[in-house]
């Protein structure tokens, strides 16, 4: 049996959507008195385009906020246009939950870093984030219901 050649390959990867909303600017860079609270949220959206082609997108949100103030909150779509060929289900969908969101995380990642940065507030790390363990949850939360 002849063994089918796998093609992955990213076309592009662009920002869908994004916004940074700081409600109490300018007052707020005074009136910080204690370390905020952040709060961070993933969705990944995973869009068949054709039969090889996929649209996937990281929606992001981070929160800073401190007793009952919002310092700022960033909104992103990161999305990527993908190519995956030749590839049973199983392995389609390992590149889909896995290898697609840990190509995107990275370029959302800077691109929160650097607009909580240009909006005043200092630099923010983002932990890089296991999409493999993540999938690997989701697939046993299936499996129970």
């Known amino acids: 049996m002849e063994a089918k050649e ?3 390959f990213v076309k592009r990867i662009f920002t869908k959507d994004l916004s940074l909303e700081s409600p109490e600017s300018p007052s707020i860079f005074d009136n910080i008195k204690s370390t905020p609270k952040v709060a961070f949220n993933l969705n990944t959206t995973i869009t068949e385009i054709n039969e090889t ?3 996937i997108t990281l929606e992001i949100t981070v929160k800073a906020e401190t007793d009952n103030t919002v310092i700022y909150m960033v909104e992103l779509k990161q999305s990527g246009l993908f190519i995956i060929d030749g590839a049973d289900d199983e392995l389609k969908d390992g590149f889909l939950n896995i290898r697609c969101p ?3 995380f990275p370029y959302a990642r800077e691109t929160i870093s650097s607009l909580i940065q240009k909006a005043g507030f200092p630099p923010i790390f ?3 984030i296991d999409f493999n363990a993540l999938y690997q949850q989701e697939l046993s939360k299936k499996t129970k219901q």
């Open 102 to 104: 840990e190509v995107l």
């Open 126 to 128: 983002i932990a890089p």
């Open 53 to 55: 082609s996929y649209d």
């Open 6 to 8: 796998i093609k992955f």
